[in-house]
């Protein structure tokens, strides 16, 4: 069998604080053709992830830590290139959690077709993918939002955010988010059409949020962590709920920073806060799925993409996570 | 109608930080006879709980603050002297929220009859009162611990603390406490039969828990707050439960202090925190009270008391809460 030439990107040192590009390193490799059962995949989409830098670390979390010298994995769209599964052909669009490479050999059965009459392929790693799943589950199953309810979503414009606003502006609620930029901001208001406000340019986030809401939020979509997290709790309605779903202010924290210093509003509020990782509720996928792709075709959920171009580019890309480049979802084109 | 003579302890000054003996003054006053559907109570046992410091402030939460100048209202056992209530007669042992005083005149609708022959009648200001239901409430209703599970609790020997830890370890549960002095812990192994510390001897919080259970909590029924909860967070299990029941190592701070630098696992571990508030569940405290009954009648719960005498006594009972003076329920005895 002929060998197959492909590049990955390694994670080759554990970074403290903001990972630097040096942590990365571009690896020439090359892979056998596929055996029974395997397919070969070009990926066409790459995915960066903020929850990628948990991962680096050494401790165990809900998955395996990042090996070092090996690939980063994630979600990937490629197309079949050959293949020796019998539920997949050359030239399907498949999704995949190999990650940051331009091409792989790999077991059919974890490589999953996708329908591009639904979406385009790369909104299989945004909307129509994890982050909508995420954000989907937040709403429905952790928030259990409801019609009339106000809601407040910090990191309105990210991959998350962006959907979680717009599925719970549809299903009737108020909706105020907050994000980095102008902008983004105008994208919110604009194009998800909710209220928005830019964190950057507020002396006083508690008092923005009592200025948007007098009422308080029955529900807390959490993006961020931090001073969001903190005001939030503050302008929460008694018996909400808090959905703890990123804390991107501190994933690069070498110490974990403190806490909410409002927690105890917990209590007097009687507030219910839940931490959720999407994998944990696959059985909920398929619904999530068909209601999306029904959201879409009818208009009612947008979105956006910020793209870098490039294998090389996956770690620059992984990078403006954190100093919030992106608008909409992060994606790498190769 | 002659004019009777009481006791009252009034809230004179809002306290910031740790309160005051000056904060209080016991004041000489005269109340008329009862009139229709009134009851005038000799009270025998009043109560000193930690959530009278959240009710100094100005802010309203679940309830509105005390008054300055008004009496400090509370849990309060009395016999009834007088009655011109229907349901209500003279030698009767009663349950009121009147507070600190020796003797009042109210309506009957707010005095609730109580059976010495379940328990003594201190115990409804205790085992049988608020503090019990908590304890039920938390251990059953918010944290759903179930037989075979590990649970830790703070402040075991507080009067919520002590009655959580008993109810878990009738469950079939494995309970660890924490307390504050050699002296609780003794009686929380002897007593309530389940694994303690003092955390005042442990250097390191959170290497103690995972001593006491290596493989996690999961459920953290949390009365203390600060680094109780900064430590039990880490030492929690995937889907782990934490009981939000009182930050009693935070309620005289003038600033709140910050919260727990390990919130983060809170996602990681998809935990679900959930503050509540006794009075919120006043549908169950008939079943409560039931349950409760039969386990002292059959000996399965103990309890233990701190008592001061005399109503000018009340304000350092309550002060004592904040230094760990009790083990147990904290009354004022009349």
């Known amino acids: 069998m002929a060998p197959i030439r492909s590049r990955e990107i390694h994670l080759v040192n554990r970074p403290e604080g903001l990972p630097e590009p040096g942590d990365f390193a571009i690896v020439e490799t090359t892979i056998d053709e ?37 690939v980063m994995t994630g979600g990937a769209v490629g197309t079949v290139e050959a293949s020796r599964h019998p539920k997949l052909s050359e030239g399907d669009l498949v999704l995949s959690n190999h990650g940051w490479r331009d091409r792989f050999v790999a077991s059919g059965d974890g490589v999953h077709p996708i329908d591009p009459n639904l979406a385009p392929p790369q909104a299989y790693l945004g909307v129509m993918g994890m982050p909508g799943f995420t954000a989907w589950l937040g709403i429905h199953e952790i928030g259990r939002l409801e019609a009339g309810e106000a809601i407040f979503v910090s990191g309105a414009a990210g991959a998350v955010g962006s959907v979680a606003c717009q599925l719970a502006r549809r299903l009737g609620a108020k909706v105020v988010g907050s994000a980095g930029s102008d902008e983004k901001v ?149």
Chains 1, 2 share one sequence.
């Open 34 to 70: 596929p055996r029974d059962g395997e397919v070969q995949v070009r990926n066409l989409w790459l995915s960066v992830d903020p929850y990628m830098r948990g991962l680096m670390w050494t401790t165990r979390t809900y998955v395996d830590p990042y090996h070092l010298g090996e």
């Open 186 to 334: 105008q994208w919110l208001q604009d194009k998800a059409g909710i209220t928005a406000f830019n964190y950057r340019k507020v002396k006083h986030l508690y008092r923005q949020l009592v200025r948007e809401c007098r009422d308080g939020f029955h529900v807390y979509f959490d993006n961020v962590g931090g001073g969001h997290l903190e005001a939030a709790l503050l302008s929460m309605r008694d018996f909400g709920r808090v959905v703890l779903c990123g804390m991107i202010g501190q994933y690069n924290a070498d110490h974990p920073p403190a806490g909410p210093s409002s927690l105890i509003v917990a209590i007097t509020k009687r507030l219910t806060m839940r931490g959720f990782i999407a994998f944990d509720h696959a059985e909920l996928e398929p619904r999530f799925q068909a209601e999306m792709a029904g959201l879409i075709a009818r208009g009612h959920v947008r979105w956006t993409e910020t793209v870098y171009d490039g294998l090389d580019s996956a770690p620059a890309a992984f990078l403006g996570l954190f100093s919030g480049a992106n608008t909409g979802k992060m994606l790498v084109r190769l």
